[in-house]
């Protein structure tokens, strides 16, 4: 992948979609809920974010909330595809 920000901005944009629309609570509640720190939900939720999340942590959260952790890579397809079309 040629940008791998792009790939941890989607994780995180997706993650804002997961924890708003499938689990409900805001950044402090799931903060709460899971012993991490708003600051770093909020920055994984960042569309100028240049960390990645631990596939443990992804496992953790789709766990706890019951949901399938492909749900964070939403739209993976089409990066890719993009990507493969910058490349032609």
Avoid at 30 to 55: K, Q
């Amino acid at each position: 992948m040629k940008n791998t920000y792009e790939l941890f901005a989607l994780i995180g944009q997706n993650m804002k979609s997961i924890r708003t629309n499938i689990i409900g609570k805001s950044q402090e509640k799931m903060a709460e809920d899971t012993d991490m720190s708003r600051s770093f939900i909020s920055h994984i939720e960042s569309p100028n974010v240049d960390t990645g999340i631990s596939l443990d942590t992804l496992f953790f959260l789709a766990q706890k909330y019951n949901f399938d952790i492909r749900k964070f890579f939403d739209g993976y397809e089409k990066l890719m595809d993009k990507e493969n079309e910058e490349d032609s």
